[in-house]
């Protein structure tokens, strides 16, 4: 994977079912809890359009739809891609 793009964030999704407590004390069931997220992101490749989605842990920052990511991609074959 060596060359570079980038891609706009079309989507996020919280996983809800996926719960990760960060207290060690709770007052109450949401009390402290972070979820990981989904993003879904559209990059061009001479003029076809792919996507791609990305796994978040819980914690970290998520970008905003609409937002701009760097997406790396194989020049053999576009849709095997990373992103950044």
């Keep these: 994977m060596?060359?570079?793009t980038?891609?706009?964030?079309v989507g996020t999704s919280k996983q809800w079912w996926f719960k990760v407590n960060r207290k060690p004390?709770?007052?109450h069931a949401l009390d402290g809890a972070e979820f990981p997220c989904i993003i879904k992101v559209e990059y061009t490749v001479?003029?076809?359009v792919y996507t791609?989605?990305?796994?978040?842990?819980a914690g970290a920052p998520v970008p905003?739809?609409?937002s701009t990511v760097q997406?790396?991609?194989d020049s053999d074959k576009p849709s095997k891609a990373k992103i950044l």
């Design 2 to 4: 060596n060359n570079q």
């Design 6 to 9: 980038m891609g706009t964030v």
């Design 25 to 27: 004390v709770r007052m």
């Design 46 to 48: 001479n003029g076809q």
């Design 52 to 57: 791609k989605r990305k796994w978040m842990n």
């Design 64 to 66: 905003k739809v609409g």
């Design 71 to 73: 997406v790396t991609y």
